[in-house]
C-alpha cells in the first residue's frame, strides 16, 4: 500500500508548480498579439498611404488641375482605335496620361470610336471628353491628300476642288503673301518679316469637315509641321547644323524637290552645305522652276533675275520653294558624310585640298542621281547622262 501511495504521489501535479508556466505563456501570447496587431495596423496604415497617393494621382490625371484650355478641333481618323486614339490626345495636350484615359474609358462602359472631328477642350475633365467622343462628330469629313513638295499653289487648288467650304483663293489668301490677315495664322518656325507660308505646312492626308475656313485648314497643317519638325529635331537645329529651323526648311524644300530617290537626300543635303559654306551659288534647277511657267526653255528660266534663281544669286532662296516632308527634313537636318579619300571621286584632288561633295546630275531614268567633287567629274556625268537621254 505504502509503494503505490509513493507512485500516485509522483506522478501528482502540483498546482503552485504549474501556474507560474501558464503565467508565462499568457504573458508571452499577449506580447506576440500585441505586436502582430502593431504590425497589422502599420501595414494597413502604409496600404492606406499608398492608395491614398495612387488615389490621388489618379484623380490628377482624370481630373488635371487649373482651368481647361480654351476648345480646339481634335481628328479622329477613319484607322484610329481607342490606344491610336489616347495616345494622340496625350501628344496634343487633351489629356494628362493615355493609358489612364483608357482605364477611364473601360470603366464607364467603353467607347465606340468614331472618325470625325471632335470639339474639346485641352485638360477638361477626362469625363468631359469622354462625353463629347461619344456623341457624333461634328461634321462629315473630306479626305484630302497633299504628296510631300507640293506648293502653297497646289494645295490650294487641291482643296478648292475637293473642299466646298474652302475657296482656292481664300487659301492663298490666309497662306500666302497678300493678305493682312496673315498673322492670324502664323508658324513657330516663321520669320517676323515673312508673310508666306509656303514650306511651312506639313504634306499629308488630312479629314477636312464640311464648314471648315481656309485659317482652320491651315492651322491644321502648321500644327502638324510643327510637331513633326520636334519629333526630327528642327527646334535644335542653330545647334545641330547652324541654321535656324527656318533655313532647315528651305533647304528641305529644295531636296524634296530634287531628290527622286530616298538613298540621294542625304547626299544633295551636304552638297548644299557644302555650297553654302563656300559661298557658291547653289545652281539649283527646282528653284528657276518656283512660280514660274513650268514650260519656258531651261536658258529662259536660268536668265530671269529672280532672288529665287540660285544660279545667279548665292545663299538661300528667300523662303521654301515648296512643302517638305518628313524624310525630307530629316535629310536637312542630318546631310551625308562627305566623301573619304580613298573615294573615286577624290582621285583627281591632288593639291590637298579637301574633298567635297559640291556636284550631282541626274543619271538613270530612275531618279538616281551621279556626284562630283570636281567640275570636271561633274561635266563628264552631265555628258554621260546626255548620251544615256536622262537630260
Known amino acids: 500500500m505504502s ?9 501528482s501535479t502540483d498546482p503552485y508548480q504549474v501556474l507560474p508556466n501558464v503565467q508565462i ?48 478641333i481634335f481628328t479622329v481618323t477613319e484607322t484610329d482605335d481607342l490606344v491610336s486614339m489616347s495616345k494622340r490626345l496625350e501628344q496634343e495636350g487633351f489629356i494628362v496620361n493615355d493609358s489612364v484615359f483608357r482605364s477611364y474609358v473601360s470603366s464607364k462602359g467603353g467607347l465606340e470610336v468614331a472618325a470625325g472631328f471632335y470639339t474639346l477642350k485641352p485638360h477638361d475633365h477626362v469625363g468631359n471628353i469622354l462625353r463629347v467622343l461619344r456623341t457624333p462628330p461634328n461634321e ?19 482643296l478648292g476642288e475637293e473642299v466646298q467650304s474652302v475657296k482656292e483663293s481664300d487659301f492663298l489668301a490666309k497662306t500666302g503673301d497678300t493678305s493682312a490677315e496673315i498673322s492670324a495664322v502664323r508658324s513657330v518656325y516663321q520669320p517676323d518679316a515673312t508673310t508666306s507660308l509656303e514650306g511651312l505646312l506639313f504634306p499629308d492626308t488630312y479629314l477636312i469637315n464640311g464648314d471648315q475656313t481656309a485659317t482652320q485648314v491651315a492651322q491644321q497643317m502648321l500644327k502638324l509641321m510643327e510637331r513633326v519638325g520636334r519629333q526630327e529635331g528642327l527646334d535644335d537645329s542653330l545647334n545641330s547644323v547652324g541654321l535656324s529651323p527656318y533655313e532647315v526648311l528651305t533647304i528641305a524644300s529644295i531636296i524634296e524637290r530634287e531628290a527622286k530617290v530616298a538613298v540621294d537626300r542625304a547626299k544633295i543635303s551636304r552638297v548644299i552645305y557644302n555650297r553654302l559654306t563656300l559661298g557658291m551659288p547653289l545652281e539649283v534647277d527646282a528653284t528657276l522652276l518656283y512660280k514660274q511657267n513650268p ?11 529672280s532672288p529665287y534663281n540660285s544660279y545667279l544669286y548665292t545663299g538661300l532662296p528667300p523662303t521654301p520653294i515648296a512643302n517638305p516632308g518628313r524624310a525630307a527634313i530629316n535629310a ?12 573615286p571621286i577624290c582621285r583627281e584632288i591632288t593639291d590637298g585640298s579637301p574633298c567635297l561633295y559640291l556636284y550631282y546630275v541626274l543619271s538613270d531614268k530612275d531618279g538616281h542621281h551621279k556626284f562630283a567633287a570636281t567640275l570636271t567629274q561633274h561635266q563628264a556625268n552631265v555628258q554621260a547622262a546626255i548620251i544615256a537621254g536622262v537630260l
Open 3 to 11: 509503494s503505490n501511495r509513493s507512485r500516485e504521489n509522483s506522478f
Open 332 to 343: 536637312a537636318l542630318n546631310p551625308a558624310a562627305n566623301p573619304s579619300a580613298g573615294d
Open 295 to 305: 514650260d519656258l526653255p531651261f536658258v529662259e528660266l536660268k536668265a530671269i533675275d
Open 25 to 72: 505563456a499568457k504573458s508571452t501570447l499577449k506580447k506576440f498579439t500585441n505586436r502582430f496587431v502593431l504590425a497589422l495596423v502599420v501595414v494597413l496604415a502604409l496600404i492606406a498611404v499608398i492608395y491614398g497617393g495612387y488615389q490621388y494621382w489618379y484623380l490628377r490625371q482624370v481630373n488635371p488641375p487649373g482651368d481647361p484650355a480654351a476648345a480646339e
Open 140 to 158: 462629315t469629313l473630306t479626305k484630302v491628300t497633299f504628296p510631300e513638295g507640293f506648293t502653297l499653289g497646289q494645295m490650294a487648288q487641291r
